[in-house]
T-cell receptor, first 111, second 113 residues
Framework: DAGVTQSPTHLIKTRGQQVTLRCSPK?????VSWYQQALGQGPQFIFQ???????QRGNFPDRFSGHQFPNYSSELNVNALLLGDSALYLC??????????FGPGTRLTVL | KQEVTQIPAALSVPEGENLVLNCSFT??????LQWFRQDPGKGLTSLLL?????REQTSGRLNASLDKSSGRSTLYIAASQPGDSATYLC????????????FGKGTKLSVKP
């Protein structure tokens, strides 16, 4: 049984560019959440998708948007990248009991 | 504001020692609490999930407790090994069955051979 997978592993972008990160949830999971983890900090909640709709959102600007597909996979899009967007982006999937399982993350570097 | 705090930020122990990692949360109306392990530059590995109705959970050498009244959770690691070296994060869920997690900053554990 495959766990949560994310792509790409690493990404380097320049300020002002746009980026798309991808996540496939653990088999049988229907809810996908995205988190941002800056160096030395705990992960911060960005948003959560369920039934192809954004159900909850953390304190992140509208430059951060997402999508969930019918197969429950998800994308995170970030527009107009800033230096401060450099971080590890983590995807987590869960089912009704809310034990969350995380993927390996995508390391985004903005130059 | 709902916050999670982990103290100490770093801990170094000799191999074989039993140890306790601490996690405190500001709001006692917690739905569940989850402990994770994170190796450098990697994702999070779920260790234990404690529901609000439970007092503790055990998995192998790990035991996690939850005391809602005092706003505290502890992760007990028995007979520590160098392979236990990692950052340990606790996360509180206040949002119910589909809630998001509020994380502490973690405790970086180093187990010396």
């Amino acid at each position: 049984d495959a766990g949560v997978t994310q792509s790409p592993t690493h990404l380097i972008k320049t300020r002002g560019q746009q980026v798309t990160l991808r996540c496939s949830p653990k088999s049988g999971h229907d809810t996908v959440s995205w988190y941002q983890q800056a160096l030395g900090q705990g992960p911060q909640f960005i948003f959560q998708y369920y039934e192809e709709e954004e159900r909850q959102r953390g304190n992140f600007p509208d430059r951060f948007s997402g999508h969930q597909f019918p197969n429950y996979s998800s994308e995170l899009n970030v527009n107009a990248l800033l230096l401060g967007d450099s971080a590890l982006y983590l995807c987590a999937s869960s089912l009704y009991n809310n034990e969350q399982f995380f993927g390996p993350g995508t390391r985004l570097t903005v130059l | 504001k709902q916050e999670v705090t982990q103290i100490p930020a770093a801990l170094s122990v000799p191999e074989g020692e039993n140890l306790v990692l601490n996690c405190s949360f500001t709001d006692s109306a917690i739905y569940n609490l989850q402990w994770f392990r994170q190796d450098p530059g990697k994702g999070l590995t779920s260790l234990l999930l404690i529901q609000s109705s439970q007092r503790e959970q055990t998995s192998g050498r790990l035991n996690a407790s939850l005391d809602k009244s005092s706003g505290r959770s502890t992760l007990y690691i028995a007979a520590s090994q160098p392979g236990d070296s990692a950052t340990y994060l606790c996360a509180a869920n206040y949002g119910g069955s589909q809630g998001n997690l509020i994380f502490g900053k973690g405790t970086k554990l180093s187990v010396k051979p």
